[in-house]
């Protein structure tokens, strides 16, 4: 490890102009690429105390052993310099997107003497028309099948378009009419060109001028009484506008745009890109890249936006580059894209209409294929036990951890507070076994007090199961109820997770003394900076950035996370949603109902007099005398009122702001099936 004091540069030898920054390691490998409107501010920020710096650049500069810049006249030359340097250098801190498959472009050879209409994949060839990408080749072919009909272009290889100039045969799209044969000499190469042009302007999005032209033309055949033409027409259109359907409008104002969108959490991010054309979808794809260095939303999409432009030059660039966040430098950028492409790029975020819904969309497909990554990722056994292993040997523990048990307090405002408890058995998740707590000891928010009583009851439920047994006196039937379900606290897990930092470990390690137990060890993952820390050590274990175990242990902080404010809005809802009538001894459910629906409001029921009440099946006098009571005793609730913005919320379950310990301005959403899983204690 070396000390970043021992390459810093002397005073006053960093330029103060734009540029771009190489570090290189003892090896002389470069390791990282940036660039900078000022070299000399962003290389300073680099060379201060290593404890204010974020542990990803914290190691990057201990890992490097040298640092060197070149000097640029403006900010988009740095832009294109620090592109070509990524790509030359493939630096291992720098984010590297890498596809989960080889995307299939529809290609028509233009370069060729007869155009060929084919599927393609990997770099694009000079000369080359691309539509694309499609999420799968059979779309691709299906799509040309259509069109073949209208523009019968070559698609044939060049061995079988050789053989038929040899033989003077065509092949059998050529028989069938799906091919104008320039093999045989049925059209010339400058007509096949032309059916090329006209092929490529359809997939381009002009198709509203094509197809009138060809309803023009039936027209005109019909009246002309040439009816076999006219028919023929008519079927081209149709299979026409059989593949417009296949790609759904999605912008009214035929609007060439690529939007992006990005998913991300502390240690990874996906990418997903909408390419469309003529105001249809006509590509789609995405990247994942693990989070190697500090970066922002904005930094993601700047990167994305080199990788998806830095080779692309002309209309492969739209007009309109639509993203979630701007990047840092976000003029420079738009210019540098302007340059590609030719004419005036526009870089923004949508704001309102069907740009925004469609970002939502594109947002959406994101974040599913950031969960479906890390469901392949954590599905794999041997990624699994490669993550225990990792955690067990961070944590010096004497075995894998098989069992990993996780618990999170979350509360609204110190109200409502709640802790989820969620087990992991071999890496996977065990949601039979999760469990959900109320704070009972006491009123108002203590994260730590609440983190020792949750810790403190659930163990010394385990010493109650364990002192039942007579210490496993009978083995593994000790640990199952007579219909052979496992008892509620009777299995023993190798560590305890919590999220938050030094006072939660402290407060949980106390309550593991407290009741005698010295052989389950606790850990904490805090999340901001994702560093692990262990009981009475003032400084935390820093796992590697690219460590399955850190990948583990912060999937299971996440998922008590989720399961505690899952709880703990479901309690909210139902405190919003009590009234006098949860007084009344006897008054079950059905017969709340019952008197909402016979009277439309409890101020109309609070008014009514007790033969009025009466009259509602299945209320007897004496239900109805203590529900006049109740009714009387009770003052008019008062509205639910959300704290940041002074809305009423009378009518709402879920509206309110939310916060938990450990990440107090976080948003949250959680589904109703949440609701019924795990159990309360």
């Keep these: ?21 190489k570090f290189r390691d003892e090896h002389r490998r470069v390791i990282y690429v940036g660039k900078a409107k000022s070299l000399r501010q962003r290389l300073a920020n680099y060379f201060q105390d290593l404890a204010g710096l974020h542990p990803r650049t914290r190691t990057m500069v201990t890992t490097a052993a040298s640092v060197e810049w070149t000097v640029v006249s403006t900010e988009v030359e740095a832009l294109q310099l620090e592109y070509s340097w990524i790509k ?16 299939p472009y529809l290609a028509v050879t233009m370069n060729e003497e007869f155009p060929r209409v084919q599927v393609m994949r990997g770099h694009k060839r000079k000369g080359v028309r691309y539509f694309g990408p499609y999420g799968h080749a059979w779309a691709i072919r299906d799509t040309v099948d259509l069109l073949l009909r209208v523009f019968p272009v070559r698609t044939c290889s060049a061995g079988v378009f050789k053989n038929a100039v040899r033989t003077g045969r065509p092949c059998l799209l050529g028989y069938i009419g799906k091919c104008s044969a320039p093999c045989v000499e049925r059209v010339s190469a400058d007509e096949h060109r032309d059916l090329a042009e006209e092929f490529c302007d359809f997939m381009a999005g002009r198709t509203g001028t094509y197809i009138r032209r060809l309803e023009k033309q039936m027209t005109d055949a019909a009246e002309e009484m040439e009816y076999e033409r006219a028919g023929r027409l008519r079927d081209d259109i149709e299979a026409l506008k059989k593949a417009m359907e296949k790609s759904a409008v999605v912008l009214a104002d035929a609007t060439d745009a690529d939007l992006i969108a990005v998913a991300e959490d502390e240690l990874e991010a996906a990418v997903q890109i909408f390419h469309v054309r003529g105001g249809r979808v006509r590509g789609q794809r995405g990247w994942v890249t693990d989070k190697v260095e500090a970066v922002t939303t904005g930094d993601l999409v700047e990167h994305a936006l080199q990788q998806l432009y830095g080779e692309e030059t002309g209309d492969s660039v739209p007009k309109e580059v639509l993203v979630p966040a701007l990047p840092e430098l976000a003029e420079t950028v738009q210019e540098w894209l302007t340059e590609r492409r030719g004419s005036n790029v526009s870089l923004r975020i949508p ?24 469901t392949k990722r954590a599905s794999d056994l041997t990624t699994r036990s490669r993550a225990l292993e990792e955690i067990a040997e961070a944590l010096e523990l004497d075995s894998a951890p098989l069992r990993i048990e996780c618990y999170d307090i979350s509360h609204l405002q110190g109200d409502d507070v709640v802790a989820s408890m969620v087990v992991f058995e071999d890496g996977l998740q065990r949601k039979s076994e999760y469990r959900r707590f109320q704070i009972k000891g006491f ?25 039942k047994t007579g210490e496993w006196a009978d083995g593994e039937n000790a640990l199952t109820e007579d219909d052979g379900r496992p008892k509620r606290f009777a299995y023993p897990p190798q560590l305890v997770v919590v999220d938050g930092g030094q006072p939660q470990v402290a407060a949980a390690k106390r309550a593991l003394d407290e009741l005698g137990i010295d052989d389950i060890a606790v850990c904490g993952l805090a999340k901001r900076l994702e560093e692990v820390w262990l009981p009475d050590d003032d400084n935390p274990v820093v796992l590697p950035r690219t460590s399955e175990g850190l990948y583990l242990l912060q999937r299971v902080r996440d998922e008590a996370h989720r399961f505690a404010i899952t709880y703990q809005r479901v309690k909210r809802a139902k405190r919003f949603r009590s009234g006098p009538l949860d007084d009344v001894p006897g008054l079950g459910e059905t017969r709340k109902q019952a008197l909402i629906k016979h009277f439309g409001s409890v101020k109309k029921l609070r008014s009514a007099t007790i033969d009025q009440i009466c009259e509602v099946p299945g209320i007897g006098r004496k239900t109805a005398e203590m529900i006049a009571v109740a009714l009387a005793q009770a003052a008019p609730a008062a509205p639910a009122v959300n704290t940041a913005t002074g809305e009423i919320m009378e009518d709402e379950e879920d509206g309110a702001p939310e916060t938990t310990a450990s990440s107090p301005e976080e948003p949250v959403t959680a589904g109703a099936s949440d609701k019924r899983r795990g159990q309360e204690t």
Aim: glycine letters at 4%; charged letters at 35%; hydrophobic letters at 25%.
């Design 351 to 374: 704001q309102r209409g069907d740009k925004k819904a469609l970002m939502e969309t594109v947002r959406r497909n994101a974040q599913q294929s950031l969960v479906l990554h890390k």
């Design 88 to 103: 030359e250098f493939d630096p291992r801190f720098n984010v590297k997107y890498r596809d989960d498959k080889s995307y």
């Design 443 to 467: 009123e108002g928010q203590d994260d730590v007090r609440s983190m020792h009583e949750v810790i403190t009851r659930r163990f010394r439920r385990y010493i109650a199961e364990k002192e």
């Design 1 to 21: 490890m070396a000390d970043p004091s021992s390459y810093r540069p002397k005073p006053g030898q960093i330029p103060d102009s734009p540029g771009v920054y």
